[in-house]
């Protein structure tokens, strides 16, 4: 094969690939410029302002929080990610054997560790 034909070849096999991105790309573009000048046009000092469940905004959207709140939401995610892990151990348990139970007593003992840790520092206290 020359080089022609090899490009080709591969162009040939990308082809769908690249029709694709395409498609896409003209397809979002259409829309939004569709949208833009088929959209109504009635400018008034209601829409216009800032919605916030239908009041008039009285102070800063931007309040700041309790560290508290980010401590707990991130041991949630932490804890919620060590558990998923349960579920691939589990289908392929057969296959792993003790190896695979020991390992996995390490890890759910490194789990509850963690827990009693975040526990006795009270970082799962709601107050």
């Known amino acids: 094969m020359s080089g022609s034909e090899l490009l080709l070849d591969y162009l040939s096999r990308f082809f769908p ?12 573009v259409v829309t939004l410029l569709v949208s ?3 959209q109504p046009k009635y400018p008034e000092k209601e829409k ?20 508290r709140y980010y401590i707990f939401a991130m041991l949630f995610v932490i804890f919620d990610i060590e558990i998923i892990f349960l579920y691939p151990w589990a289908v392929v348990f057969s296959k792993i054997g003790l190896i695979g139970l ?3 007593i390490i890890f759910i003992a490194l789990f509850l560790v963690a827990y009693v ?7 799962l206290e709601w107050d």
């Open 17 to 28: 690939i690249l029709l694709f991105v395409a498609v896409a790309l003209i397809f979002g």
């Open 36 to 38: 833009y000048f088929v």
């Open 48 to 67: 216009l302002s800032a919605y916030e469940c239908g009041s008039e905004p009285f102070s800063d959207a931007r309040m700041p929080f309790p560290v």
């Open 102 to 104: 020991v390992e996995m």
């Open 117 to 123: 840790y975040a526990w006795k520092k009270g970082a």
